[in-house]
């Protein structure tokens, strides 16, 4: 399903103060599934990936072998756990890599996000990257808040 990507973006950064703009940049009136985890430890942040409805769904019944129909009968729950998931997988490898590091730490449980017009804001000593991908003309977002212990 993933095809070659192109070349990461990095996603302008609104200035401090400033409010961000809509999180995967489609505009107002689209939603977006974001999941988010933690880690905390040595290492402390937050991973945020945003999909919108569309990808999330197709994503969804990918993974799960389900019609486009049957996910419609299911509700939001199996979109939920499965881009929670994703989320986890994402937020896992940059928590062992940190490990690896000698930087220990643990993750938080996945939490789910559903908005038309999210704005996220990280606190001014932390450092934040934001990423852009495209997949099945879907427009992704990679958003990492990363602060390490002195």
């Known amino acids: 399903m993933l095809e070659t990507m ?3 973006v990095e996603v302008p950064q609104a200035a401090p103060g400033a409010t961000a703009a809509p999180s995967n940049g489609n505009g107002h009136g689209t939603i977006n599934v974001v999941g988010n985890v933690g880690f905390t430890g040595k290492a402390n942040g937050l991973v945020y990936i945003h999909l919108p409805l569309p990808f999330a769904q197709l994503c969804t019944c990918t993974l799960l072998g389900m019609t486009a129909k049957e996910l419609d009968t299911a509700g ?4 939920n756990d499965a881009v929670g998931e994703f989320t986890n997988m994402i937020a896992g490898n940059f928590k062992n890599g940190f490990c690896d590091v000698g930087y220990p730490c643990t ?3 996945p939490s789910i996000l559903r908005s038309t017009d999210l704005s996220i804001q990280s606190v001014s000593s932390s450092i934040r990257r934001r990423h852009a991908f495209e997949c099945a003309g879907h427009r992704i977002i990679a ?7 002195e």
């Not at 939001?76 to 979109?79: A, G, I, L, M």
């Not at 958003?143 to 212990?149: N, T």
């Open 6 to 8: 192109p070349p990461v």
């Open 76 to 79: 939001d729950e199996p979109v």
């Open 107 to 109: 993750l938080t449980m």
């Open 143 to 149: 958003d990492i808040h990363l602060k390490m212990e």
